[in-house]
């Protein structure tokens, strides 16, 4: 090789610079064939690169898609009971450190003046409780007209979930059906929890008009119409709860993210509690006008409809009937008379026990049902 070698960078240099006749004719024919080789040596690096760079941002994407499908449950593609709390807890917690309820959640008691200021606050949850699972899961009727066990439980699972939200798995994008300021969760089992970012009187509306929705569901093979029984709690109401159920300088003590936290499962539990007493009290009805109508498919259903009547017998239901054959106009006031015991009964036990978290559940979710 030439002297000019020696110094390869500055060779190498020189070749990328010139034209192919320059380099032969100042350094020879195997200069070129060796900047030729360098280049195509060059190319395939560069292919290779390309192609490691393609390789890992495929394997970035399907990453990004497998922890998107992670966050929700494989059968109704809603987000599961951790993204439910996640989300609640960071709104509440904004609310505390930048909002209206951070001086609020110190205070001795919360008083009307307070509830005023914290009733605009868009923020509401709603608890969902599916009527029947068990029955839709292993009813003979529903196995055979959907070809097998659980079937008929997973359509009217899916079908529910259908109603409030769309998944694009590809785009990874939530598409809300039920309301654009609602996000769905499946908390487990049976139980839904929406997540409304809107006032208590809006959220209300929404939940009325799912509620209608999920009653038209059709279940090849059903005798009953399915049923979800939810309801509501606001932010203000957790708020209340939440000064109601610790001492004050218990909470002075608490970080914003703990304090939200328990805001949150207290809300949690006043939407649960309301949704339980509106069960109970359709359930009554229902099984009443059931046992009216047919009882053979009274009986055929009672056991799994008890449970969410307060554990009635059938005698009960007897008697009930009897009565309103007796006074028509006065059955609804005898059916809110026994959900108000049902309520003081429930009541007496919290206080008895002196559980603070749930008697202050218990005082302001009745409160809907006291009216």
């Not at 899961?137 to 939200?165: C, M, R, S, Y």
């Not at 059903?222 to 979800?228: C, G, R």
């Not at 202050?360 to 809907?368: G, L, Q, S, T």
Request: proline share 3%.
């Amino acid at each position: 090789m030439p002297e000019q070698e020696s110094n390869k960078e500055q060779y190498l240099s020189d070749l990328e610079k010139m034209t192919p006749e320059a380099i032969v004719e100042k350094y020879g024919a195997a200069a070129l064939v060796e900047m030729l080789k360098r280049g195509q040596e060059s190319e395939k690096k560069l292919e290779t690169m390309e192609e490691e760079n393609r390789a890992t941002r495929e394997e970035n994407e399907s990453l990004k898609k497998e922890n998107f499908r992670l966050r929700f449950d494989e059968l109704t593609s809603l987000e599961m009971r951790r993204s439910y709390y996640m989300r609640a807890n960071h709104a509440i917690e904004n609310m505390i450190t930048e909002g209206p309820i951070g001086d609020i959640v110190d205070k001795d008691e919360v008083d009307e003046e307070d509830m005023a200021k914290m009733a605009d606050l868009e923020l509401t949850v709603a608890s969902a409780d599916l009527a029947f699972l068990s029955k839709y899961n292993n009813d003979p009727d529903i196995q055979v007209a959907t070809g097998g066990e659980h079937t008929g439980g997973d359509i009217i699972l899916k079908e529910t979930a259908g109603l409030i939200q769309d998944v694009d798995w590809d785009a990874r994008t939530i598409s809300p059906r039920l309301n654009t300021k609602t996000r769905g969760y499946r908390l487990g089992g049976d139980e839904f929890g929406l997540l409304m970012e809107m006032k208590p009187e809006e959220a209300e509306k929404v939940a009325a008009e799912f509620k209608i929705k999920q009653n038209q569901i059709e279940v090849p093979g059903a005798d009953l119409a399915p049923m979800i029984n939810i309801d509501i709690a606001h932010v203000s109401e957790g708020v209340e709860a939440f000064v109601e159920s610790f001492p004050k300088d218990e909470r002075e003590e608490m970080s914003a993210d703990e304090k939200a936290k328990k805001i949150q499962d207290l809300m949690t539990r006043i939407a649960d509690r309301r949704a339980m007493l509106q069960k109970g009290r359709e359930r009554l009805h229902l099984l009443v006008d059931l046992l009216d109508q047919d009882e053979s498919k009274f009986d055929k259903n009672f056991t799994w409809m008890k449970k969410g009547a307060f554990g009635l017998e059938k005698g009960v239901y007897v008697d009930l009937l009897k009565q309103k054959e007796e006074d028509p106009d006065g059955f609804d006031e005898k059916i809110n008379e026994m959900v108000r015991n049902e309520l003081k009964l429930q009541r007496e036990r919290a206080v008895k026990r002196d559980a603070k978290e749930y008697e202050a559940v218990i005082k302001i979710a009745d409160k809907k049902y006291q009216q």
